[in-house]
């Protein structure tokens, strides 16, 4: 297993669809996260797993954003309906579960959505 | 109050020079860690470094050192003997929260390497 994988790696969609990436993590690691990232600012949290469970969300994950990881493997995250606003890099990034603060997270290339 | 403060938008150094890229962090916790990231442009966020709120020593990884300074809630990155390939963004990013679920990001820092 070489790192964290996401596709597409670039998606552009008109306003109103849907649109749905994949993030494939390393595969010992427990912990899955996902980031938004707009131009010239850091990456946002909006969700993160621990195995299958989806422990946390942030403010930002309206309700037309779901996320799952059904067998603690890959995740998807959907965007429903989506809004220009939308249009941002897409991060995943795991880690092993270790509960402390030493924890490290390994990120993937992203998913670049633009919404027309 | 912003978790994570990188005051520097744009640095240019010049090659085979030393650089330091400011970071400073507000936390009420006792336990937390800081982790330096480098975001070329094709966009993936390449760990470099890590240091622990515990930890006496500043962290070192080849080049990069963090100078941790505690009492200040300052981390900065130290980036030796520039290479051009260093061009890029550098993100510093602060892990706290009680299950240590909570990761914050600073706005980063575009260094430019100069030949």
């Known amino acids: 297993d070489t790192g964290v994988s996401q596709n597409p790696r670039h998606k552009i969609t008109k306003r109103g669809q849907n649109v749905t990436f994949r993030c494939d993590p390393i595969?010992?690691?427990?912990?899955l996260y996902w980031y938004r990232q707009t131009l010239g600012q850091g990456p946002e949290f909006l969700t993160y797993?621990?195995?299958?469970?989806?422990?946390?969300k942030s403010r930002l994950l309206s309700d037309r954003f779901s996320a799952e990881r059904p067998k603690g493997s890959f995740s998807t995250l959907e965007i429903q309906r989506t809004e220009q606003g939308d249009s941002a890099m897409y991060l995943c990034?795991?880690?092993?579960?270790?509960?402390?603060?030493?924890?490290?997270?390994?990120f993937g290339p992203g998913t670049r959505l633009l919404v027309l | 109050a912003q978790k994570i403060t990188q005051t520097q938008p744009g640095m240019f150094v010049q090659e085979k020079e030393a650089v330091t890229l400011d970071c400073t962090y507000d936390?009420?916790?006792?336990?937390?860690?800081l982790f330096w990231y480098k975001q070329p442009s094709s966009g993936e966020m390449i760990f470099l470094i890590y240091?622990?709120?515990?930890?006496?020593q500043n962290a070192t990884e080849g080049r990069y050192s963090l100078n941790f300074q505690k009492a200040r809630k300052s981390a900065n990155l130290v980036i030796s003997a520039s290479q051009l390939g260093d061009s890029a963004m550098y993100f510093c990013a602060m892990r706290e929260g009680d299950n240590f679920n909570k990761f914050y990001f600073g706005s980063g820092t575009k260094l430019n390497v100069k030949p």
């Open positions: 595969s010992e690691h427990n912990r």
């Open positions: 797993f621990q195995n299958e469970a989806q422990l946390e």
């Open positions: 990034a795991s880690s092993l579960d270790l509960s402390d603060y030493r924890e490290t997270q390994y």
């Open positions: 240091q622990g709120s515990y930890d006496e």
């Open positions: 936390t009420s916790d006792q336990s937390y860690g």
